[in-house]
């Protein structure tokens, strides 16, 4: 399983090369893009963490202390159902903005209550600088190493479900409405969850966006499946339909979206693919539900 994110590394990789032949690859904007009430899942100090903007985004790098987000729908539009969302970053960072907030922006507009989960991530330089050389360092050493599992971001997880399933009353919730969707490393600890922590049992839905697609997901609960891709992803490309045809083999309740435009990443960055469309996408087949 670990080889499945060498693919995503190095993608990573030549995205840290390209920022250093840019001028600069950071600016000096800090403000995250925060949206809704913060809920502390960790309540450590804030330790050394980093929010900075790159590639168009808002990455937040070195959190330890772990932190829902809770984006509400306005204008009376609430329908009791919630979404976790859990961005991705492999577990260097937390693509806050592009998979995180952006994503929460489109489901409380359709009525959902989002909760974006900023989890624990492996140590990095506090610069810039040194980051972006420390990912090159390590994204170029890749056929000598993968990416281990991170199961402090498994942990986050696993609370930020039990939390909402204990406080849905007080957020006008049905806890036998709360989802999550995953991207990349995100998707990856959903998995995990999934197959190893009884929170999971709480989920009645759950979305994979560039997942790992090596994967046979082994053991645990089977809530209906959104999983999408592109042909183009190296994760896909690697993998295949090995995930999606071992789920197939325990539950026929996936849709499954191949695109034929994007690499990894896409997020809610438009790249002019149909890959574009998966959050339409993605919002039909929950209103399906």
Do not use: C
């Not at 959903?190 to 929170?199: A, D, Q, V």
Request: hydrophobic residues 45%; charged residues 20%.
């Amino acid at each position: 399983m670990r080889k499945t994110f060498a693919a995503l590394l190095a993608l990573l990789a030549i995205a840290a090369s390209s920022a250093r032949a840019q001028a600069p690859a950071f600016t000096a904007e800090t403000v995250p893009p925060v949206r809704g009430e913060e809920v502390v899942l960790r309540d450590v100090p804030m330790g050394g963490e980093v929010w900075t903007r790159v590639f168009g985004q808002v990455w937040a790098r070195n959190v330890e202390r772990s932190t829902l987000y809770v984006v509400r729908p306005k204008n009376g539009r609430a329908n009791g159902k919630a979404v976790i969302v859990v961005p991705g970053g492999g577990y260097m960072f937390v693509s806050i903005d592009s998979e995180g907030f952006r994503v929460a922006d489109r489901l409380a507009a359709q009525g959902y209550t989002a909760f974006v989960l900023k989890y624990r991530v492996n140590p990095t330089p506090p610069t810039s600088e040194g980051f972006m050389a420390e990912m090159a360092a390590k994204f170029g050493s890749l056929g000598k190493g993968e990416l281990p599992d991170l199961p402090p971001a498994v942990d986050d997880l696993a609370a930020a479900v039990s939390l909402i399933s204990q406080r849905s009353a007080e957020w006008k919730l049905d806890p036998a409405r709360i989802g999550a969707i995953g991207f990349s490393a995100g998707s990856r600890t959903l998995i995990r969850l999934l197959e190893g922590r009884g929170e999971a049992a709480r989920l009645a839905h759950v979305g994979l966006i560039y997942p790992p697609m090596t994967q046979t997901v082994t053991g645990g609960p089977r809530p209906s499946l959104f999983l999408a891709i592109a042909a183009g992803d190296p994760l896909f490309k690697q993998g295949g339909l090995k995930l999606a045809d071992s789920w197939l083999k325990e539950s026929d309740k996936m849709e499954f979206h191949l695109y034929y435009g994007g690499e990894h990443g896409f997020g809610m960055m438009p790249k002019g693919t149909t890959s574009d469309r998966w959050i339409d996408q993605y919002l039909d087949w929950l209103a399906a539900l």
